[in-house]
């Protein structure tokens, strides 16, 4: 069974920096992607990066681009969401997620298949 399990969320200022980690177990597919998703109160949730993990390709919202850098650790199977810059409108819970590689990339919830519980993130102003 496929578990994931997220950590390094937190409260910081405006202009501070988090690192997001999620270390999925059980995998199964032969070529899969790593997301990262995330939703505030009353939203939806919405697509942050993901990671090809067999090849290294990495995919961002433009919302973070240029502020988040997502990467993985083969040796240690997990995967990191480096958040820089971060601004109050960062603040949501975090999820962790896994899926088969589609080409185009996976973009939508529906697009992958394990979720991970969650991390809140909360910028202050």
């Known amino acids: 069974q496929v578990q994931l399990v997220e950590s390094g969320g937190g409260l910081v200022q405006a202009g501070g920096s988090l690192r997001l980690s999620c270390a999925p177990s059980g995998l199964i597919f032969s070529r899969y992607v790593m997301g990262w998703f995330r939703q505030a109160p009353g939203k939806e949730r919405e697509f942050v990066a993901a990671i090809r993990w067999s090849v290294g390709s990495t995919y961002y919202a433009d919302s973070v681009k240029g502020r988040f850098t997502i990467s993985r650790d083969n040796a240690k199977n997990t995967v990191y969401l480096q958040m820089n810059s971060l601004k109050p409108e960062d603040t949501a819970i975090y999820y962790c997620?896994?899926?088969?590689?589609?080409?185009?990339?996976?973009?939508?919830?529906?697009?992958?298949?394990?979720w991970g519980p969650g991390t809140q993130v909360t910028v202050s102003s």
């Open positions: 997620a896994v899926g088969q590689g589609r080409i185009p990339l996976n973009r939508r919830p529906n697009e992958y298949d394990y």
